[in-house]
């Protein structure tokens, strides 16, 4: 059975700043996100999508965190934890594979100490692209 959820946003990293830059849409292929600083670094860590029950999780520990925080490329309104390495889902005219579970990082520490605890394996999960492909915020996804 498939779930349809809603893409919230979109962000690259870009070189220089601080925060994930928002995107009205990405570019995909088989390396990445176009115009990413990751682009074509780590096959298995290429795109990094959460969902809202990460910010939901930290919200309810006292720790507010605005979108994109948690360096998403694409930020889900369902939880996605419940998916595994393998699975693959449409979004947009892409269709990503998950590759891996984000595993949490000093980043994280830095947002607030409790993060990498509260978010210990609902951070999110890096797929990679394996039809190209645009992604537009408020597209559905398939899942």
């Given amino acids: 059975m498939s779930v349809e959820s809603r ?10 700043e601080k925060k994930r830059v928002p995107k009205e849409t990405l570019e995909l292929d088989e390396m990445g996100v176009l115009e990413d600083k990751f682009y074509a670094k780590n096959i298995n860590r290429l795109i990094l999508l959460t969902s809202t029950t990460a910010y939901a999780l930290a919200k309810s520990s006292g720790v507010e ?11 889900i309104d369902q939880d996605i934890n419940h998916l595994s390495v393998g699975d693959r889902l449409k979004i947009g005219d892409a269709v990503l594979e998950i590759t ?3 595993t949490l990082c000093n980043g994280l520490s830095v947002l607030d100490p409790k993060l990498p605890k509260v978010l210990k394996s ?16 408020d597209d559905i996804t398939i899942i």
Avoid: H, M, P, W
């Avoid at 965190?65 to 930020?75: A, D, K, P, V």
């Avoid at 797929?127 to 645009?134: D, E, F, N, R």
């Fill in 65 to 75: 965190l605005e979108y994109g925080s948690l360096g998403e490329n694409i930020l």
């Fill in 7 to 16: 893409v919230l946003a979109l962000f690259i990293s870009v070189d220089n």
């Fill in 100 to 102: 891996q579970s984000c």
């Fill in 122 to 137: 609902d951070r999110g999960l890096f797929a990679k692209a394996i039809v190209s492909g645009t992604i537009k915020k």
